[in-house]
């Protein structure tokens, strides 16, 4: 059965539209119009007006944010890159903003999700580009970031699917053409959808020990265009986390940086919560979770066995972007419960980190 959600278009109080798509909500074939030309002067006014200081950014961000959100515009590449510098102007000024994954294992459909994020009381989400959801896998991909743009969330990174990136070292070219072709489209999309962080895993298992040439060649086209289109590269630690240095060590550029995961930190680091101190200047981004020391559970922060404690001392308070959680419900909570105790657990770290005396500066 097709189910119907009611959608108001950019906040206004104009008549809700009805959109139906196979059981998940998208956005209309015909709003999909380009950018017109007042769009892009209101769009560079933004830019020409921003102020220096840590507040007014943010304030100009939700300014241009109304004119980007809306689902009658698709952006042109100029827009994209310069919403986006907004969008990062703003989460460096503003580094109370806390976020969660767009999918929490509360099996709703998207736009459902992103309305109880953002009724919650969360800043922020990030986005999955992978077929597991549903509007990935009915070629519905580009509707996403509306969406969210849509309900008022900031759209922080998109995350993207990691079951073929060993392929990025492999020495059959077939495959290791096809991986980078792949990752390239997916900064392309971050790019056009001024979505300023792009998420990667650079291993899956232990497979991997050693980098090699051709790979390395690999993430240097890969950080040469993502520099051209204004995308942040954030490489995630993972199995084998000691790849990330070897890759930090041949490859510098502002726009290859490092997502901090602490359930696998805690998982497969030989000295849990150093990685995150060692890679401090590289940080972009965070996903933060607990686990039970055998699973890669993702469970909310103290249902696990991780010692915040000692990931709070580590954590680098010079860090300014935001504080996102990568969960799913452990206890099977319904919808508004588990997202509220979620909020209010991501508070308590955040102003852990940013009060504690210790933690690196």
């Not at 209101?42 to 102020?51: L, T």
């Not at 100029?78 to 976020?99: C, Y």
């Not at 792949?182 to 900064?187: A, D, S």
């Amino acid at each position: 059965m097709k189910e119907k959600i009611r959608v108001k278009r950019r906040g206004r109080e104009e008549r809700a539209q009805d959109i139906v798509l196979d059981g998940e909500t998208s956005l209309p074939i015909q709003a999909r119009s380009k950018v017109t030309t007042a769009t892009n002067s209101a769009v560079h006014a933004h830019r020409s007006q921003a102020p220096s200081s840590a507040i007014a950014p943010l304030a100009c961000a939700h300014s241009a944010q109304a004119q980007w959100r809306s689902p009658m515009l698709t952006p042109s590449s100029q827009t994209g890159r310069t919403l986006g510098a907004i969008f990062r102007a703003a989460s460096r000024g503003n580094n109370k903003m806390i976020g969660i994954f767009s999918w929490y294992g509360i099996d709703k459909p998207f736009i459902e999700r992103i309305s109880s994020i953002k009724e919650t009381g969360f800043d922020a989400t990030s986005m999955w580009i992978g077929e597991e959801d549903s509007l990935v896998k009915h070629n519905k991909m580009d509707d996403m970031p509306y969406i969210v743009r849509d309900s008022g969330l900031f759209l922080e990174n998109a995350h993207i699917p990691f079951d073929a990136c060993n392929d990025i070292w492999s020495l059959d070219t077939v495959k290791a053409n096809s991986i980078k072709n792949e990752y390239r489209t997916y900064i392309e999309f971050c790019s056009k959808h001024a979505i300023p962080i792009l998420v990667m895993h650079i291993s899956k298992g232990y497979q991997i020990q050693e980098i090699n040439d051709s790979g390395i060649s690999i993430l240097h086209d890969l950080v040469k265009l993502a520099e051209d289109k204004n995308v942040k590269i954030a490489l995630e630690n993972t199995r084998v986390p000691i790849l990330l240095d070897k890759i930090y060590e041949t490859i510098h550029s502002e726009y290859l940086g490092f997502c901090y995961d602490s359930s696998h930190d805690k998982l497969y680091a030989r000295t849990p919560y150093e990685i995150v101190e060692t890679y401090k200047d590289k940080l972009l981004c965070v996903h933060l979770s607990d686990n039970d020391g055998i699973n890669d559970s993702h469970w909310l922060p103290d249902e696990g066995i991780i010692e915040w404690d000692m990931m709070i001392q580590k954590f680098p308070k010079t860090y300014t972007g935001i504080y996102t959680l990568e969960v799913v419900t452990k206890n099977g909570e319904e919808n508004k419960t588990f997202l509220k105790k979620a909020k209010e657990k991501i508070e308590t770290i955040r102003d852990r980190i940013q009060v504690s005396p210790k933690n690196s500066t």
